[in-house]
């Protein structure tokens, strides 16, 4: 199938006013977590006033104090349109996920109500690893601001790579910060009147606070926050910010702060660069030259971050993450300062790491609330840094990953494909091959292990309740809380292999790869039918962000494939289950119809520019709002 061709000028979220943040604005974002977007600048207060008071009025009509529109909250106020495509926002979240940047589904507003404790939120579609790289952002809105005594929300600046080792969540609360080494931050107005917006790192410590005053009054009337979600379904190519090739990242950080490795690694893939040997490479600045950037104070040889790494009692995270983007660093093939016996023995280290379970090793309780907190396989410290320790590295992490997809053990396999997933620098079909295969194997071990037994009942759990139960397996919310874990294991690897599908997918565009691109759809349409009782909700919704990936870029290779994928994306628009898998396919319908539609234009001689900014401008802002008939108020979300 032939593709068509646009101007580099004509983007998905066409704004002509869109106002970028600076390179020192995306310094302090990867920094710290969040950038107050000042949208006072775009709009009066009595704009921001009036669409407070159309949030408030439905509350009013509901008779409740919080109107439960969960993901309808756009459509129900459509004048968010207008701070969403404001100069001011769309411009911040386009610096930072790209011009290709997509609203996801989940909104949702929020009140003022109890004093939460500090949690990190997990993108839908997303398993229990975390993602450093910003590939999904949240923006709060808040049309009223938010003074003190309105309750506003708190977050840890600083702490957004950051997670708690299993075995201390029973110590988590409002205290968190002080377990993390952090310091809360209240985001708050001095006034009423003050409408802000705030995009934050998904994966930010954050908590809502309780509202101090309970009338509502002028002075502090009700503090609605509707909060949005956007990903991006490419991988950098070039600065999509106000960049000046010749600024120097993180020039106030101290050069001995281990998470510098951090920041500068995800700055530099913003970049559409590379990073090895304390340099950045990037085709896209001016001079075209290897840029030295400030390297941290060499204070430590290779076998001291090694050590460090490898250290289980004393350690702070910090510590321990900045490690491990050294050591991939040091790893990459680019790097010509370790030898490549010594890089050999490095690898085999990390591996070993891997494939051990250290759960074996901790006090029967404290296993028992690992496993029941975290599925048993949202990763202790050393097997997270080890997973980002080996991404870091690149392409020559792959052979030691390749094999681990065939391990026994179905989480060391699920790690090694995360990591894959997040560091693969070229895909080839092999890689391909061995992710399908796995696949394969996770379903067929979940069907073999039969069908739990509900414990309330003492009765084999149905198909239909089957179905509810894989497709929230993650949220840990069923009535199934207690079950066969061999079974959950396995079914939370169906889901962490199908987000590393999607990394893989992202990069097979980058590329350029057809022949991979051909055989990941094939896989990708294999495992999303709602039909199988087995797949989680965050596996179908990974299927489709990866057939979204494709179909955005126009990557489809044949019409065969290209008919496939229509015939399930329409079927799952109309009849699925799952409300973001069903959103998800109406956009990738939606890029689908705009490519055919700009082929038949091409062939005609018409203007293609104008007739895509016509679907950017109308027809994918009726897919953005459209109203979701699955969300309602016993489901807001």
């Known amino acids: 199938m032939s593709r068509v061709q646009l101007n580099n000028d004509v983007n998905t979220n066409n704004n002509n006013n869109k106002i970028l943040l600076t390179d020192a604005e995306i310094c302090n974002f990867i920094e710290t977590g969040y950038h107050i977007i000042p949208i006072e600048k775009d709009y009066s207060q009595s704009h921001h006033d009036r669409i407070g008071d159309s949030i408030v009025n439905m509350w ?12 309808n909250i756009y459509p129900a106020v459509p004048e968010l349109s207008t701070i969403l495509h404001s100069p001011h926002f769309a411009g911040a979240v386009e610096s930072i996920l790209g ?22 939120d997990t993108p839908e579609g997303h398993g229990p690893y975390r993602l450093h790289r910003p590939k999904f952002i949240m923006v709060m809105y808040y049309p009223y601001g938010s003074t003190f005594e309105m309750g506003p929300t708190a977050i840890l600046p600083n702490g957004s790579y950051l997670q708690v080792n299993p075995d201390e969540r029973v ?7 002080k377990l993390l080494g952090l310091t809360e931050t209240k985001l708050n107005t001095l006034k009423t009147g003050q409408a802000f917006a ?12 309780k509202r101090l005053i309970e009338e509502f009054t002028k002075e502090h009337p009700a503090r609605p926050m509707v909060k949005f979600q956007f990903f991006t379904t490419h991988i950098p190519t070039k600065p999509t910010w106000n960049h000046n090739p010749k600024f120097l990242p993180f020039p106030n950080a101290t050069l001995t702060n281990p998470m510098l490795n951090v920041w500068r690694s995800i700055y530099t893939w913003m970049k559409g660069g590379k990073i090895y040997n304390n340099s950045i490479l990037n085709a896209h600045d001016d001079d075209k030259k290897v840029i030295p950037i400030r390297a941290p104070v060499k204070v430590r040889t290779i076998d001291q971050l090694l050590y460090l790494f490898n250290m289980k009692e004393t350690y702070t995270e910090k510590e321990r993450i900045g490690a491990a983007y050294a050591i991939g660093a040091a790893l990459h093939d680019d790097n010509q300062d ?6 050999a023995k490095i690898f085999e280290m990390l591996k070993e790491i891997m494939i051990t379970d250290y759960s074996k090793n901790m006090m029967p309780e404290t296993r028992k609330e690992w496993m029941a907190v975290d599925n048993g396989d949202r990763q202790i410290a050393l097997h997270r840094a080890t997973i980002w320790a080996l991404a870091e590295s690149g392409d020559a992490a792959i052979p030691i990953l390749l094999p681990l997809l065939r391990h026994k053990s179905f989480p060391v396999a699920s790690r090694a494909a995360i990591a894959i997933g997040e560091g693969i620098e070229t895909v080839n079909l092999n890689i391909v091959k061995e992710i399908g295969t796995l696949m394969e194997r996770l379903q067929i071990a979940v069907e073999q292990g039969g069908k739990p037994i509900n414990e309330r009942t003492g009765k084999v759990v149905s198909d239909e309740d089957m179905k509810n139960m894989w497709r929230r397996s993650i949220k840990l919310s069923s009535k199934y809380y207690k079950f066969d874990f061999t079974i959950r294991k396995e079914s939370l690897g169906i889901s962490l292999v ?16 057809e022949k991979c691109a051909e ?57 699925d289950d799952d409300r973001y898998t069903m959103a998800t396919a109406y956009y990738v319908l939606h890029y689908l119809n705009s490519w055919k539609m700009l082929e038949e234009a091409e062939k005609k001689g018409e203007d293609l520019a104008i007739l895509q900014r016509f679907q950017n401008q109308h027809e ?12 309602h108020g016993g489901a807001p979300f």
């Open 338 to 343: 370790i030898s490549y016996s010594r890089k």
């Open 99 to 120: 011009e290709e940047y997509v609203l996801h589904a989940h909104r949702a507003l929020h009140v003022a109500k109890i004093d939460q404790s500090f949690h990190q």
């Open 171 to 177: 110590a988590l609360g409002k205290s968190q910060g």
């Open 620 to 631: 994918l802002k009726m897919v953005e709002m459209r109203w979701c008939p699955i969300t």
């Open 519 to 575: 055989k990941l759809i094939d896989i990708c349409l294999k495992y999303i039918s709602q039909d199988n009782v087995y797949l989680t909700t965050t596996t179908r919704q990974n299927m489709c962000y990866a057939l979204l990936t494709f179909a955005k870029a126009n990557f489809i290779m044949s019409n065969e494939q290209q008919n496939a994928i229509y015939t399930a994306m329409e079927s799952i628009s109309k009849t």
């Open 60 to 71: 009013n009509l509901n008779g409740q104090s919080q109107f439960k529109s969960g993901n």
């Open 198 to 209: 705030v995009m934050i790192h998904f994966h930010i410590w954050h908590r809502g606070t």
């Open 498 to 513: 199908s987000q590393a599908i999607w990394g893989i997918a992202q990069r097979i565009v980058y590329n350029k790869n």
